[in-house]
């Protein structure tokens, strides 16, 4: 696609619940990756995918945490067992090669989370 | 480990004032990345800067890439309404050249 397309734009669920985010990257993006922006503060990095390479898990905040991504296609970020705390928007973001001081990401317009 | 430590956290401006931030790092970059957020959006990449003592311009976007290589200035000249919306700063992790390391962010509001 011409952008990065993230679904759905707004998720509001209950506590305990498990959620699914999903992301679209631009066609022959092979990176890919999750940040985490709460409100009024900066960019969390979660985790990056490069190909079919194993992917960078280093910045999941817990093990309720986990992204899957096929190939070089789309990517699901899955929060299970939900948590007030969990809220926030979750960006994605894709790159050409991985070669992010050359041009930066793109990044889609996210997925607000809100757990009541 | 790296931090960004962006400043003002946030400017309420007159239109047609000029804007200034900036941000620091506690470790050495190679590349530092200014983007801006819009509300409801991700954000976009507007200046990128690869060399020590750089200064590169978009517009009136001028970006200045540091000498000691630890921090970088954004400046905004006759700012206008749709220059409204956050400003980040943003470099390599060095523990992955593959993962960006951003700043808190300078949200800006320009006022008619």
């Known amino acids: 696609g011409a952008g990065v397309s993230q679904s759905p734009s707004n998720k509001v669920t209950e506590k305990g619940k498990d959620v699914e985010l999903r992301c679209d990257p631009i066609?022959?993006?092979?990176?890919l990756y999750w940040y985490r922006q709460r409100l009024g503060q900066g960019l969390e990095f979660l985790i990056y995918?490069?190909?079919?390479?194993?992917?960078?898990k280093s910045g999941l905040p817990s093990d309720r945490f986990s992204a899957e991504r096929t190939g070089e296609s789309v990517s699901t970020l899955t929060i299970q067992r939900t948590q007030q705390e969990d809220s926030a928007v979750y960006l994605c973001?894709?790159?050409?090669?991985?070669?992010?001081?050359?041009?930066?990401?793109?990044f889609g317009s996210g997925t607000r989370l809100t757990v009541v | 480990g790296q931090q960004l430590n962006q400043s003002p956290q946030s400017m309420f401006i007159q239109e047609g004032e000029d804007v200034s931030m900036n941000c620091t790092s506690s470790s050495i970059f190679n590349t530092w990345l200014w983007y801006k957020q819009d509300p409801g959006e991700g954000p976009v990449l507007l200046i990128a800067l690869y060399k020590a003592g750089e200064l590169t311009s978009n517009g009136r976007l001028t970006a200045q890439f540091g000498i000691t290589r630890k921090d970088s200035f954004l400046n905004i000249s006759a700012s206008i309404p749709s220059d409204v919306g956050i400003y980040f700063c943003a470099g390599p992790f060095s523990g992955s050249a593959r993962q960006l390391t951003f700043g808190s962010g300078t949200q800006l509001t320009v006022l008619p």
């Open positions: 995918f490069q190909g079919n390479s194993a992917p960078d």
């Open positions: 973001a894709s790159s050409l090669t991985g070669q992010i001081t050359l041009s930066g990401y793109t």
């Open positions: 066609s022959g993006h092979t990176a």
